[in-house]
């Protein structure tokens, strides 16, 4: 098992450049989330899905979308990146949401100059 | 008023001290309270998982919940330098709603 696993690791972008951040899980894990992590601001939900073909928003959505085709990926998509968007970025899951733990993976860091 | 307030630290203490750290929060309706710990450069994983008031123990980590004063605790027995990580408390309530509400994280540093 892999767990969750996310790539790239860190990542250099220009204002207004596009990417997408990947996430995969091989645990058949219903849910997956994404987060971002900043100083003094701790952990934050930027959207969310309970499983295939259903996505949901978080605390922090603008700017990102989502998308969920398949239950083992959930990747994160920059529209137009902006300084206020470098952070680290974390990719969770769990069975079911419900009582459950998440397993985060292994974060991506990003720097938008 | 803040969801959940962590005080990040950090804090510093000698090898085989007690540490101790808290969260205080604002919403009645959390039940289920978490603590992760987070390596430097790593993600978040689940130390303890505890639901409604109550002690859960765990080797050398305890996790206490008051519910009547909003009021959750890690205590780590005899500190380890590996225990150096940041520790993010995290809690939910229940009914379906899978959203975390996550303190900031409190840095502990194990000095040997």
């Known amino acids: 098992n892999a767990g969750v696993t996310q790539t790239p690791k860190f990542q250099v972008l220009k204002t207004g450049q596009s990417m997408t951040l990947q996430c995969a899980q091989d645990?058949?894990?219903?849910?997956m989330s994404w987060y971002r992590q900043d100083p003094g601001m701790g952990l934050r939900l930027i959207h969310y899905s309970v499983g295939a073909g259903i996505t949901d928003q978080g605390e922090v959505p603008n700017g990102y979308n989502v998308s969920r085709s398949t239950t083992e990926d959930f990747p994160l998509r920059l529209l137009s990146a902006a300084p206020s968007q470098t952070s680290v970025y974390f990719c969770?899951?769990?069975?079911?949401?419900?009582?459950?733990?998440?397993?985060f993976g292994p974060g991506t860091r990003l720097l938008v100059l | 008023q803040k969801e959940v307030e962590q005080d990040p630290g950090p804090l510093s203490v000698p090898e085989g001290a007690i540490v101790s750290l808290n969260c205080t929060y604002s919403n009645s309706a959390f039940q289920y309270f978490m603590w992760y710990r987070q390596y430097s450069r790593k993600g978040p994983e689940l130390l303890m998982y505890?639901?409604?008031?109550g002690n859960k123990e765990d080797g050398r980590f305890t996790a206490q919940v008051d519910k009547s004063s909003k009021y959750i605790s890690l205590f780590i027995r005899d500190s380890q330098p590996s225990d150096s990580a940041t520790y993010l408390c995290a809690m939910r309530v229940g009914n379906g709603n899978n959203r975390l509400a996550f303190g900031k994280g409190n840095q502990v540093v194990v000095i040997p």
């Open positions: 505890t639901y409604s008031s």
């Open positions: 969770a899951s769990s069975y079911s949401g419900l009582q459950e733990t998440q397993y």
């Open positions: 645990m058949n894990h219903e849910y």
